[in-house]
Protein backbone atom coordinates (compact mmCIF):
# COMPACT_ATOMS: atom_id res chain seq x y z
CA UNK A 1 0.00 0.00 0.00
CA UNK A 2 1.33 3.24 -0.70
CA UNK A 3 0.66 6.29 1.70
CA UNK A 4 1.34 10.00 1.32
CA UNK A 5 1.31 12.30 4.21
CA UNK A 6 0.61 16.05 3.08
CA UNK A 7 1.64 18.30 6.14
CA UNK A 8 4.22 17.41 8.16
CA UNK A 9 4.36 19.38 11.25
CA UNK A 10 3.79 17.87 14.47
CA UNK A 11 0.66 16.27 14.12
CA UNK A 12 1.78 15.04 10.57
CA UNK A 13 4.65 13.18 12.13
CA UNK A 14 2.21 11.32 14.51
CA UNK A 15 0.84 10.59 11.35
CA UNK A 16 3.36 9.29 9.66
CA UNK A 17 4.39 6.80 12.90
CA UNK A 18 0.67 5.74 13.32
CA UNK A 19 1.09 4.47 9.10
CA UNK A 20 4.07 3.20 9.11
CA UNK A 21 3.20 0.11 12.01
CA UNK A 22 0.47 -0.62 9.32
CA UNK A 23 1.43 -4.36 7.79
CA UNK A 24 0.86 -3.61 4.24
CA UNK A 25 2.39 -0.19 3.96
CA UNK A 26 5.09 -0.33 1.64
CA UNK A 27 5.84 3.33 0.03
CA UNK A 28 5.26 6.38 2.81
CA UNK A 29 5.83 9.24 1.10
CA UNK A 30 6.04 12.94 3.43
CA UNK A 31 5.25 16.09 1.47
CA UNK A 32 5.37 19.88 2.71
CA UNK A 33 6.24 22.86 1.10
CA UNK A 34 7.30 23.76 4.43
CA UNK A 35 10.34 21.79 4.52
CA UNK A 36 14.05 23.13 6.19
CA UNK A 37 17.28 21.15 5.97
CA UNK A 38 16.11 19.44 9.54
CA UNK A 39 12.58 18.39 8.37
CA UNK A 40 14.09 16.81 5.33
CA UNK A 41 16.09 14.36 7.36
CA UNK A 42 13.71 13.49 9.71
CA UNK A 43 11.10 13.12 7.55
CA UNK A 44 13.71 10.55 5.96
CA UNK A 45 14.09 8.84 9.00
CA UNK A 46 10.10 7.18 8.86
CA UNK A 47 10.04 7.78 5.03
CA UNK A 48 10.52 9.09 1.88
CA UNK A 49 10.31 13.23 1.77
CA UNK A 50 8.84 14.51 -1.81
CA UNK A 51 10.76 17.05 -2.78
CA UNK A 52 7.58 18.04 -6.07
CA UNK A 53 3.97 19.43 -5.22
CA UNK A 54 1.19 17.43 -4.64
CA UNK A 55 -0.09 17.02 -7.77
CA UNK A 56 3.41 15.73 -8.97
CA UNK A 57 3.17 13.26 -6.16
CA UNK A 58 -0.42 12.03 -6.67
CA UNK A 59 0.16 11.56 -10.53
CA UNK A 60 3.36 9.72 -9.45
CA UNK A 61 3.26 7.82 -6.44
CA UNK A 62 -0.44 6.80 -6.63
CA UNK A 63 -1.14 6.65 -3.13
CA UNK A 64 -3.64 4.60 -1.71
CA UNK A 65 -4.30 6.66 1.24
CA UNK A 66 -3.29 10.45 1.62
CA UNK A 67 -3.40 11.61 5.15
CA UNK A 68 -4.26 15.44 5.45
CA UNK A 69 -2.56 17.20 7.85
CA UNK A 70 -2.48 20.75 6.99
CA UNK A 71 -3.43 24.08 8.34
CA UNK A 72 -7.15 23.77 8.39
CA UNK A 73 -7.69 26.24 5.57
CA UNK A 74 -6.42 23.82 3.16
CA UNK A 75 -7.80 20.36 4.24
CA UNK A 76 -10.72 20.55 1.78
CA UNK A 77 -9.12 21.49 -1.29
CA UNK A 78 -6.49 18.97 -0.90
CA UNK A 79 -9.00 15.83 0.15
CA UNK A 80 -11.03 16.78 -2.81
CA UNK A 81 -7.52 16.34 -5.27
CA UNK A 82 -6.77 13.30 -3.11
CA UNK A 83 -10.39 11.78 -3.89
CA UNK A 84 -10.16 12.75 -7.90
CA UNK A 85 -6.61 10.66 -7.85
CA UNK A 86 -8.32 7.94 -6.43
CA UNK A 87 -7.24 7.30 -2.77
CA UNK A 88 -9.02 6.98 0.26
CA UNK A 89 -8.38 10.07 2.46
CA UNK A 90 -7.45 10.57 6.28
CA UNK A 91 -8.41 14.12 7.03
CA UNK A 92 -7.27 16.01 10.36
CA UNK A 93 -10.08 18.02 11.92
CA UNK A 94 -11.62 20.25 11.26
CA UNK A 95 -13.08 18.35 8.05
CA UNK A 96 -13.14 22.19 6.54
CA UNK A 97 -13.62 25.47 7.46
CA UNK A 98 -17.25 26.37 6.30
CA UNK A 99 -20.57 24.08 5.75
CA UNK A 100 -19.46 25.28 2.19
CA UNK A 101 -16.44 23.93 1.57
CA UNK A 102 -17.57 21.01 3.24
CA UNK A 103 -20.46 20.52 0.77
CA UNK A 104 -17.91 20.73 -1.74
CA UNK A 105 -15.63 17.91 -0.54
CA UNK A 106 -18.99 15.87 0.03
CA UNK A 107 -19.82 15.66 -3.96
CA UNK A 108 -16.13 14.78 -4.35
CA UNK A 109 -17.03 11.76 -2.15
CA UNK A 110 -20.17 10.87 -4.12
CA UNK A 111 -18.58 8.14 -6.78
CA UNK A 112 -17.13 6.70 -3.08
CA UNK A 113 -18.66 7.54 -0.22
CA UNK A 114 -16.37 5.57 2.16
CA UNK A 115 -13.47 7.37 1.16
CA UNK A 116 -12.95 9.55 3.37
CA UNK A 117 -12.73 9.64 7.43
CA UNK A 118 -12.05 12.42 9.99
CA UNK A 119 -9.56 12.39 12.64
CA UNK A 120 -12.00 12.89 15.54
CA UNK A 121 -9.72 11.03 17.36
CA UNK A 122 -10.56 11.45 20.98
CA UNK A 123 -13.29 9.41 20.41
CA UNK A 124 -10.97 6.19 20.34
CA UNK A 125 -8.52 6.81 23.30
CA UNK A 126 -9.09 3.91 25.51
CA UNK A 127 -10.64 5.58 28.65
CA UNK A 128 -13.34 6.96 26.03
CA UNK A 129 -13.66 3.51 24.39
CA UNK A 130 -14.45 2.27 27.74
CA UNK A 131 -17.08 5.13 28.54
CA UNK A 132 -18.35 4.25 25.28
CA UNK A 133 -18.87 0.74 26.01
CA UNK A 134 -20.81 1.65 29.82
CA UNK A 135 -22.87 4.20 28.18
CA UNK A 136 -23.82 1.01 25.34
CA UNK A 137 -24.35 -1.13 28.02
CA UNK A 138 -26.94 1.28 30.02
CA UNK A 139 -24.57 1.52 33.11
CA UNK A 140 -25.60 5.03 33.48
CA UNK A 141 -29.18 4.66 31.87
CA UNK A 142 -30.56 7.35 29.66
CA UNK A 143 -27.70 10.11 29.20
CA UNK A 144 -29.50 13.23 28.94
CA UNK A 145 -27.14 15.71 29.67
CA UNK A 146 -23.00 16.34 28.59
CA UNK A 147 -20.78 19.06 29.34
CA UNK A 148 -16.67 19.18 28.16
CA UNK A 149 -13.97 21.77 29.12
CA UNK A 150 -11.05 22.15 26.94
CA UNK A 151 -8.72 24.65 29.11
CA UNK A 152 -5.19 25.26 27.12
CA UNK A 153 -3.94 22.27 25.08
CA UNK A 154 -0.38 23.79 25.54
CA UNK A 155 1.88 20.82 27.23
CA UNK A 156 4.96 22.17 28.91
CA UNK A 157 7.98 22.20 26.61
CA UNK A 158 5.48 21.90 23.32
CA UNK A 159 5.50 24.10 20.55
CA UNK A 160 1.80 24.98 19.53
CA UNK A 161 0.25 25.66 16.61
CA UNK A 162 1.86 27.69 14.01
CA UNK A 163 0.15 31.29 13.23
CA UNK A 164 -2.25 29.78 10.72
CA UNK A 165 -4.28 29.27 14.14
CA UNK A 166 -5.11 32.72 15.02
CA UNK A 167 -5.70 33.33 11.20
CA UNK A 168 -8.41 31.18 11.19
CA UNK A 169 -11.91 32.60 11.77
CA UNK A 170 -12.48 32.44 15.17
CA UNK A 171 -8.69 32.52 15.92
CA UNK A 172 -7.41 29.80 17.89
CA UNK A 173 -10.82 28.48 19.33
CA UNK A 174 -11.50 27.22 15.82
CA UNK A 175 -8.73 24.72 16.02
CA UNK A 176 -9.81 23.80 19.30
CA UNK A 177 -14.03 23.41 19.23
CA UNK A 178 -13.89 20.32 17.16
CA UNK A 179 -12.82 18.18 20.01
CA UNK A 180 -15.26 19.17 22.71
CA UNK A 181 -17.93 19.45 20.01
CA UNK A 182 -17.92 15.84 18.61
CA UNK A 183 -17.50 14.54 21.84
CA UNK A 184 -20.70 15.52 23.39
CA UNK A 185 -22.71 15.23 19.75
CA UNK A 186 -21.46 11.32 19.89
CA UNK A 187 -23.44 10.88 22.90
CA UNK A 188 -26.47 13.32 22.46
CA UNK A 189 -26.89 13.25 18.80
CA UNK A 190 -27.80 15.53 16.45
CA UNK A 191 -27.46 19.42 17.43
CA UNK A 192 -30.77 21.30 16.72
CA UNK A 193 -29.54 24.55 18.34
CA UNK A 194 -26.97 26.61 19.77
CA UNK A 195 -26.06 29.87 22.00
CA UNK A 196 -22.51 30.84 22.67
CA UNK A 197 -20.53 33.93 24.49
CA UNK A 198 -17.15 34.90 25.30
CA UNK A 199 -15.30 36.47 27.83
CA UNK A 200 -11.75 37.34 29.04
CA UNK A 201 -10.23 35.61 31.50
CA UNK A 202 -9.24 39.41 33.47
CA UNK A 203 -10.70 42.61 32.45
CA UNK A 204 -9.18 44.56 29.64
CA UNK A 205 -7.39 41.65 28.37
CA UNK A 206 -8.30 39.60 25.19
CA UNK A 207 -10.87 37.07 24.82
CA UNK A 208 -9.64 33.70 26.15
CA UNK A 209 -12.42 32.16 27.46
CA UNK A 210 -15.72 30.75 24.97
CA UNK A 211 -18.72 28.70 26.12
CA UNK A 212 -21.45 26.99 24.02
CA UNK A 213 -24.94 25.26 25.12
CA UNK A 214 -26.26 22.77 22.55
CA UNK A 215 -29.72 21.88 22.37
CA UNK A 216 -29.31 18.57 20.75
CA UNK A 217 -31.34 15.12 19.93
CA UNK A 218 -31.25 13.47 23.25
CA UNK A 219 -30.41 16.30 25.49
CA UNK A 220 -28.28 19.27 26.72
CA UNK A 221 -24.54 19.98 26.08
CA UNK A 222 -22.27 22.02 27.26
CA UNK A 223 -18.84 23.09 25.40
CA UNK A 224 -16.55 25.16 26.89
CA UNK A 225 -12.92 26.36 25.97
CA UNK A 226 -10.46 28.30 27.61
CA UNK A 227 -7.12 29.87 26.63
CA UNK A 228 -5.55 30.61 30.20
CA UNK A 229 -6.71 27.78 32.15
CA UNK A 230 -3.90 26.44 33.91
CA UNK A 231 -2.59 23.23 33.84
CA UNK A 232 -4.17 22.26 30.33
CA UNK A 233 -7.07 19.91 30.51
CA UNK A 234 -9.58 18.08 28.54
CA UNK A 235 -12.38 16.46 30.29
CA UNK A 236 -16.05 15.24 29.32
CA UNK A 237 -18.73 14.53 31.75
CA UNK A 238 -21.61 12.28 31.06
CA UNK A 239 -24.87 12.43 33.27
CA UNK A 240 -27.86 10.11 32.76
CA UNK A 241 -30.58 8.87 34.78
CA UNK A 242 -29.14 6.11 36.42
CA UNK A 243 -25.34 7.72 37.27
CA UNK A 244 -22.83 10.11 36.26
CA UNK A 245 -19.08 9.21 34.07
CA UNK A 246 -16.49 11.53 34.26
CA UNK A 247 -13.80 11.47 31.75
CA UNK A 248 -10.40 13.14 32.33
CA UNK A 249 -8.37 12.79 28.83
CA UNK A 250 -5.57 14.46 30.29
CA UNK A 251 -4.85 11.91 33.16
CA UNK A 252 -6.40 9.21 30.91
CA UNK A 253 -8.97 8.16 33.12
CA UNK A 254 -12.98 7.15 33.25
CA UNK A 255 -14.98 6.84 36.40
CA UNK A 256 -18.19 5.66 36.80
CA UNK A 257 -20.54 6.77 39.43
CA UNK A 258 -23.44 4.99 40.75
CA UNK A 259 -25.77 5.29 43.76
CA UNK A 260 -24.90 2.66 46.38
CA UNK A 261 -28.18 0.61 48.28
CA UNK A 262 -28.32 1.26 51.85
CA UNK A 263 -28.62 4.18 54.18
CA UNK A 264 -27.29 7.47 53.24
CA UNK A 265 -24.47 7.44 55.41
CA UNK A 266 -23.82 3.61 53.87
CA UNK A 267 -24.59 4.68 50.72
CA UNK A 268 -21.77 7.50 50.96
CA UNK A 269 -19.18 5.12 52.25
CA UNK A 270 -20.09 2.54 49.62
CA UNK A 271 -19.74 5.16 46.72
CA UNK A 272 -16.46 7.12 48.38
CA UNK A 273 -14.98 3.07 48.34
CA UNK A 274 -15.89 2.25 44.86
CA UNK A 275 -14.97 5.57 43.63
CA UNK A 276 -11.13 4.72 45.57
CA UNK A 277 -11.12 2.02 43.98
CA UNK A 278 -11.62 2.83 40.45
CA UNK A 279 -8.95 5.64 41.09
CA UNK A 280 -6.34 2.73 41.72
CA UNK A 281 -7.28 0.88 38.68
CA UNK A 282 -7.34 4.11 36.41
CA UNK A 283 -4.02 4.54 37.66
CA UNK A 284 -2.51 0.95 37.36
CA UNK A 285 -3.42 1.41 33.49
CA UNK A 286 -2.44 4.19 32.65
CA UNK A 287 1.32 3.64 34.65
CA UNK A 288 0.99 0.20 32.50
CA UNK A 289 -0.02 1.90 29.31
CA UNK A 290 3.12 4.19 29.37
CA UNK A 291 5.06 1.56 30.32
CA UNK A 292 4.14 -0.81 27.03
CA UNK A 293 4.12 2.62 24.66
CA UNK A 294 0.21 1.74 24.49
CA UNK A 295 -1.00 4.96 26.15
CA UNK A 296 2.12 7.24 24.29
CA UNK A 297 2.09 9.20 21.70
CA UNK A 298 -1.86 10.20 20.83
CA UNK A 299 -3.42 6.50 21.64
CA UNK A 300 -6.53 7.56 20.47
CA UNK A 301 -5.53 8.93 17.03
CA UNK A 302 -2.95 5.23 16.76
CA UNK A 303 -5.97 3.36 17.15
CA UNK A 304 -8.16 5.82 14.57
CA UNK A 305 -5.57 5.21 12.23
CA UNK A 306 -5.59 1.58 12.40
CA UNK A 307 -9.50 1.07 12.66
CA UNK A 308 -9.39 3.13 8.80
CA UNK A 309 -6.71 0.99 7.49
CA UNK A 310 -8.48 -1.88 8.09
CA UNK A 311 -11.95 0.01 6.74
CA UNK A 312 -10.06 0.48 3.19
CA UNK A 313 -8.93 -3.17 3.27
CA UNK A 314 -12.14 -4.67 4.01
CA UNK A 315 -13.94 -1.61 1.91
CA UNK A 316 -15.87 -1.10 4.95
CA UNK A 317 -17.53 2.75 6.36
CA UNK A 318 -14.70 4.44 7.56
CA UNK A 319 -14.77 4.95 11.61
CA UNK A 320 -15.45 8.68 11.79
CA UNK A 321 -17.35 8.94 8.26
CA UNK A 322 -17.92 12.74 6.36
CA UNK A 323 -21.21 13.53 7.98
CA UNK A 324 -20.39 13.68 11.24
CA UNK A 325 -17.43 15.64 10.19
CA UNK A 326 -19.51 18.04 8.27
CA UNK A 327 -22.13 18.04 11.30
CA UNK A 328 -19.30 19.74 13.61
CA UNK A 329 -17.94 21.91 10.64
CA UNK A 330 -21.66 23.12 10.48
CA UNK A 331 -22.16 23.61 14.22
CA UNK A 332 -18.48 25.57 14.44
CA UNK A 333 -20.06 28.24 11.64
CA UNK A 334 -23.47 28.64 13.71
CA UNK A 335 -21.52 29.39 16.87
CA UNK A 336 -19.20 32.15 15.04
CA UNK A 337 -22.59 33.57 13.63
CA UNK A 338 -24.20 33.56 17.32
CA UNK A 339 -21.27 35.33 18.49
CA UNK A 340 -21.11 37.80 15.53
CA UNK A 341 -24.42 38.54 16.04
CA UNK A 342 -24.95 37.73 20.14
CA UNK A 343 -28.65 36.23 19.40
CA UNK A 344 -29.28 32.72 20.49
CA UNK A 345 -29.76 30.18 17.65
CA UNK A 346 -33.15 29.17 16.44
CA UNK A 347 -34.08 26.00 16.54
CA UNK A 348 -36.16 25.72 13.47
CA UNK A 349 -33.54 24.96 11.29
CA UNK A 350 -31.83 21.51 12.74
CA UNK A 351 -28.12 20.00 11.13
CA UNK A 352 -28.63 16.39 9.38
CA UNK A 353 -25.49 14.05 9.47
CA UNK A 354 -25.02 13.60 6.17
CA UNK A 355 -24.22 9.32 5.04
Not at 158 to 163: D, L, M, N
Not at 188 to 207: C, D, I
Not at 268 to 286: E, F, H, I, Y
Request: net charge positive.
Amino acid sequence: MNVAIVGCGRIGRVHAAAARSQRDVGRLVLHDPGFTGTDWAAARLVGEAWAGDLDSLLDEVRPDVVHVCTPPATHAAIAIRALEAGAHVLVEKPLALSAADGLRLGAALRPRPGALCVDHNFLFEPHVLRARRWVAEGRIGHVFAAQAFYGIDMVPGERGPGAWALDLPGGRFTDLLPHPLYLVAHFLGEVHGVSARTASSRPGEATSELSALLECERGLGMVQISLASVPWELGLTLRGTAGTIRIDLAAQSATLIRPRAGSRRLALLRQTADLGLQSLANGARRLTGKATGRLRGYPGLRALVARFYEAVRAGLPPPVPYGDGLAVVSVMERIRLRLATRQPASASRPLRRLA
